[in-house]
């Protein structure tokens, strides 16, 4: 498949024919589908370089011209042109408080999220309190020389930056989805951090108010350069609602040398949404580089964020949750390219299955001949809540060099009746109980999460078990 | 206790002139009923204080009607310190994930610490004795000792007398294939260590 399929792509040339005028509101207009006057119009809006538009226009033929993936869950319903790719952001989401599914209203109640934050979830009103937040950080940030954009801002600002390294990490050809991305990017995140900077306070997108923060096709891009440390938080345990059934983003991570980054996500989409991200960093010689990755909600997840360890002594961690419930499908997991001497990993992946869902762990663990001494432990397993679920593990291991250590354990568990039967004789509840087996299941990645996170993801996790049982 | 692998196929267990037959492991929990487990499980990632809240607050919700009444943590805390150095549980171990990698010892002084900190009002204690050394079953019994008061009876299950050191039994019954075939005060523990079980005929 992907020999014909790279040929394919390859005969595209670099020539672009589709340099043509729209007017500037065309897409609010012709609203959904996709077409090479449509990207052509994104980039006219945006009033980008000559060279974004191309990189766009080529994507596009990137992504029409390679077959939908046949691996991993079943992405064929997806229907291209009934998604709207360049929308106002307040056309994105709900246009009011009662159009909102209740269902997604009633969590947010139960979750005690403040009424000005379900309204800023649900696009219907924006968070004021975290704007001054937000400036007073920028402040502090810019003093530093920190830049910290969105990513259409970044390219407006910083546009050489962005030039040498957009796309680098995740070339436009490098999937189906990541081609798409590149073709109709909006929003996502900008960030530099300069050698030696330690940024202190993790950044989060959730302060970085604008109308662009929560597409549909973010793409991220972060360059933290030599000795410096940043670490960067996205998304919310709250079930974030929209109408459009696909999310693709794109990130990019380059850490520097004896530098390290932290990236968590915590997602928890609407179950109409098809959540296909490619997310990859490269760290360097002495980096660190480290993925905590949630996935609650969506209907079919598949993210599997990647490491390239290029220099000597790189490390790299991935830590990723998947919960699947009633008609979902998680296929996630974390990929580690060992491909300099003494390079280190650890690949930590916890799945739940409950109500018929499907969780799964999919992973690539490589390491290249001439990477001496290096070590990788993966550590995979799954709990399966009841006889419907399912779960499923995928580890690939590719290694080409003999001085390596490298461990793999995976385990699958039900929750034990012995297990709900001691607690339960304790005075928890059935749900109680099973929700406290499941906390202390995912107990090894919640602990790597902020706070305020982790305490919601909990809550989240019992207002799960609260439906699944009893 | 309410294990469900259990089919109770005659009689009824009436607690305080309640009927709990039919009732759960959970309800009868939180009416005051209490095992102590010979062999009981671990819970990976799950604290033995986070455990200990939530089974005191959920006892507590259910005797408030359903309604959360949350314990103070300063009065947790406070309890929880108290007992733990009362059965000289160490502190780390309340940070530890219940039971995981416990030895033998901690887990039944960890029995006794929920025994202490959820005050029931019976306690059943299956073979609490059993694999402790002599300083462990002395803090053990002890700590079970002056937990029995007229608020709380405690039912000491056990293949032998040396607990009976530390624990002075009001009733001493001894229970052979299921039925109760002799009873007495505490002088019949002490007849039986003397003598041995021949006198029943229990089968080899």
Redesign the interface.
């Given at each position: 498949m992907t020999t014909s399929e790279t040929e394919v792509v390859r005969d595209i040339g670099s020539e672009y024919k589709y340099g043509f005028h729209v007017p500037e509101d065309y897409f609010f207009k012709s609203g959904k589908g996709l077409s090479h006057e449509l990207v052509a119009a994104i980039s006219e809006h945006k009033n980008e370089p000559a060279w974004m538009r191309k990189f766009r226009l080529k994507s596009l033929d990137y992504f029409l011209a390679r077959p939908m993936p046949q691996w991993g869950g079943d992405l064929n319903r997806i229907d291209f042109e009934n998604i709207y790719y360049y929308i106002r952001p307040t056309e994105k989401q709900a246009n009011s408080w009662e159009d909102l599914p209740a269902d997604i209203k009633d969590t947010w109640d139960r979750l005690g999220i403040p009424e000005a934050e379900k309204k800023y979830l649900a696009g219907v009103g924006a968070q004021y309190e975290s704007e001054v937040v937000y400036h007073k950080l920028q402040a502090d940030l810019e003093a530093q020389g920190v830049i910290f954009l969105d990513m259409d801002s970044g390219l407006r600002e910083h546009e050489e930056l962005v030039k040498k390294y957009f796309g680098t990490v995740i070339p436009q050809n490098d999937n189906k989805f990541a081609a798409l991305n590149s073709a109709v990017w909006s929003g996502g995140s900008f960030i530099y951090v300069p050698p030696g900077v330690k940024v202190e306070m993790p950044l989060q997108a959730y302060f970085r108010i604008n109308a662009e923060n929560m597409g549909q096709f973010e793409r991220t891009l972060i360059i933290v350069d030599e000795g410096a440390y940043v670490h960067y938080v996205e998304g919310c345990t709250a079930p974030i609602y929209t109408t459009d059934s696909l999310h693709s983003a794109v990130v990019e991570i380059l850490v520097h040398k004896d530098a390290r980054c932290r990236y968590t996500t915590i997602q928890n989409w609407s179950t109409n949404v098809y959540n296909l991200v490619t997310k990859r960093a490269v760290a360097y010689e002495g980096a660190t580089m480290e993925w905590v990755d949630g996935n609650l909600g969506s209907q079919l997840t598949m993210k599997y964020p990647a490491i390239w360890l290029m220099g000597e002594r790189a490390h790299g961690e991935v830590l990723s949750i998947a919960f699947a419930g009633k008609g979902q499908h998680q296929d996630a997991g974390g990929k580690v390219h060992h491909m300099a001497p003494r390079t280190t990993s650890v690949i930590t992946s916890k799945s739940i299955s409950k109500n018929g869902g499907r969780a799964g762990y999919r992973g690539l663990l490589e390491v290249a001949k001439g990477a001496v001494g290096s070590k990788s432990k993966v550590v995979c397993d799954a709990l399966i809540l009841d006889e419907e679920s399912r779960s499923d593990t995928y580890p690939y291991i590719q290694v080409d060099e003999s001085n390596v250590d490298i461990g793999h354990e995976a385990t699958v568990s039900k929750i034990?009746?012995?297990?709900l039967?001691?607690?339960?004789?304790?005075?928890?509840?059935?749900a109680?109980?099973s929700a406290?087996?499941v906390?202390?299941?995912?107990?090894?990645i919640t602990k790597e999460l902020p706070l305020e996170y982790a305490v919601e993801m909990n809550r989240l996790i019992q207002l799960q078990m609260e439906g699944s049982v009893g | 206790?309410?294990?469900?692998?259990y089919q109770i196929t005659e009689g009824q267990i009436l607690f305080d002139g309640k009927d709990v037959t039919e009732a759960?492991?959970?309800e009868?929990?939180?009416r005051g009923l209490?095992?102590a487990?010979q062999y009981?499980?671990a819970?990976?990632?799950?604290t033995v204080t986070s455990?200990l809240r939530?089974?005191?607050n959920?006892?507590r919700k259910?005797r408030a009607g359903g309604v959360d009444d949350p314990v103070p943590i300063p009065e947790f805390r406070k309890s929880l310190l108290e007992a733990m150095d009362g059965l000289k549980v160490s502190r780390d171990l309340a940070q530890r994930?219940l039971n995981d990698g416990f030895s033998g010892g901690e887990k039944k002084r960890v029995e006794i610490l929920?025994m202490a900190m959820?005050k029931p009002r019976i306690a059943v204690l299956d073979e609490t004795d059993s694999g402790l050394d002599i300083d462990a079953l002395k803090i053990v019994a002890q700590g079970v000792q002056e937990l029995v008061s007229p608020e709380m009876g405690a039912l000491v299950i056990t293949h032998y007398q040396r607990i009976l050191n530390y624990i002075t039994p009001d009733f001493v019954h001894v229970f052979v294939d299921g039925r109760i075939v002799e009873e007495g005060g505490p002088e019949l523990a002490h007849k039986l260590e003397a003598e041995g079980y021949q006198a029943f005929e229990v089968p080899a």
């Open positions: 034990g009746e012995e297990q039967f001691y607690l339960m004789s304790r005075g928890l509840t059935e109680e109980a406290m087996i906390s202390g299941f995912v107990e090894p | 206790m309410g294990h469900p692998a759960g492991a959970d009868r929990a939180q209490f095992l487990f009981p499980h819970i990976p990632g799950v455990f939530s089974a005191m959920a006892i259910a994930y929920q959820l």
